[in-house]
């Protein structure tokens, strides 16, 4: 389930991965552990949201009760304050969503209506290879290979194309516009999916240098083959400008990032810090997270069996200060109530306006100590009560 403390979690988890990339991972000499590793983070950031943590909390609020101030019995209404900054910011989140998920979808169908477009020059392996029409460049897109009229002929070019529909460059692809959908917010997800590309290109030409005599040769073709051309479908272009220089060091290898020396520490790193995000998500959930409707909400009562308008009607005293001003308003308190039922984080989380009213509805709000903690699935979980207490003078 999204909600805001999983959407923070999203950030920190693309950025330690970000950083882990950026200073380990990217120098380790073996790409496809490269790929496995991102992969890995990026599987992680989609499993998460679906996991049932033990402690997450819920957010209750008061259905309707009476609560005696002064001489007169107040009804509260709640919904007066249901909508919250929270829910504001996931209905922004959830039209960003649709929109990249739009988006991407557009391009998923432009690039196989583009595709069919193509005649078939033959079919070897499960693999279908095209002749694109026009100016088209080279390029694949799962089990389909499009060559450019100029390419034809090319071992090179074929080669490199078949290592992407073999190797399921296109799977990783795709999750990576599923990231770009949950996580549209998350620069960090760009990054990785920009460095998940360089990668599949890293890849495709380690297998063709190891078959050709020259690697020099093949660098120098994918100079002659870059094209201004830009494809804004989710396809592999055999030469773009972008990736040029950088795939170029590592055919030449002179890639001087790399360093074997990182073998045995990045696997290590890359789960610390896997295991530190899973962590810091279940925490953030604990402390955070919230389920607007719990299995049973936290009852007060449970010990004395008194209702909680005759509690807080014991213990609040209306301020003399307000009194004397004929103040009245309205103070909305929220806390924890905790797995064991103990009471914690009384806070104030809307202002009457006055601080004598505020001060006492907190006093009264720490006084009430008589929970039964709130369930899910059958256990005990920690849940924040959102409670309003209204001060109205009785009219004499």
């Not at 660098?219 to 870059?226: K, W």
């Not at 950088?246 to 073998?263: A, E, S, T, V």
């Not at 890359?270 to 959930?285: F, G, M």
Request: hydrophobic share 45%; aromatic share 10%.
């Amino acid at each position: 389930m999204i909600s805001l403390p999983i959407l923070g979690f999203s950030l920190l988890h693309f950025g330690l991965a970000s950083a882990l990339y950026r200073w380990f991972i990217s120098k380790h000499p073996n790409v496809q552990i490269q790929r496995s590793l991102l992969m890995l983070f990026s599987v992680t950031a989609l499993i998460v949201p679906f996991i049932s943590w033990n402690s997450v909390e819920v957010v209750s609020q008061l259905s309707g009760v009476i609560v005696t101030v002064g001489r007169e019995a107040i009804a509260i209404n709640p919904k007066e304050y249901s909508i919250g900054f929270s829910k504001l910011m996931l209905m922004f989140y959830g039209i960003g969503a649709v929109f990249m998920a739009i988006k991407l979808l557009i391009q998923y169908l432009s690039a196989l209506s583009l595709i069919l477009r193509f005649p078939v020059i033959r079919k070897e392996g499960g693999l279908t290879i095209r002749e694109t029409l026009n100016a088209y460049p080279s390029f694949s897109f799962w089990n389909q290979i499009c060559l450019n009229e100029k390419d034809v002929q090319s071992f090179e070019i074929i080669a490199h194309e078949r290592v992407h529909a073999n190797e399921w460059h296109s799977l990783d692809r795709l999750l990576m516009d599923v990231l770009k959908i949950a996580f549209w917010f998350n620069p960090f997800v760009y990054y990785i999916s920009r460095q998940m590309e360089l990668i599949h290109e890293f890849i495709a030409d380690e297998n063709v240098i190891k078959s050709t005599e020259k690697p020099s040769d093949y660098a120098e073709l994918i100079v002659q083959s870059v094209t201004g051309m830009i494809l804004q479908i989710p396809v592999k272009t055999f030469a773009v400008q972008h990736s040029l220089q950088k795939r170029i060091q590592f055919i030449l290898n002179k890639n001087l990032q790399q360093n074997p020396k990182y073998m045995k520490y990045t696997p290590v790193l890359s789960a610390l810090v896997l295991s530190a995000s899973i962590l810091l998500a279940a925490c953030t959930e604990q402390t955070v997270g919230f389920d607007e409707n719990p299995d049973v909400q936290p009852q007060f009562g449970v010990k004395t069996q008194t209702t909680l308008g005759k509690e807080i009607g014991k213990f609040l005293v209306y301020p003399e200060t307000a009194r004397k001003d004929s103040a009245e308003g309205k103070v909305i308190l929220q806390f924890l109530v905790q797995r064991d039922g103990q009471l914690g984080n009384v806070e104030v989380i809307k202002s009457s306006g006055r601080t004598d009213l505020d001060t006492e509805a907190l006093k009264v709000g720490k006084s009430l100590v008589d929970w039964q903690p709130a369930t899910k699935n059958g256990e005990a979980v920690n849940a924040k009560y959102t409670m309003p207490i209204v001060f109205r003078l009785s009219e004499k």
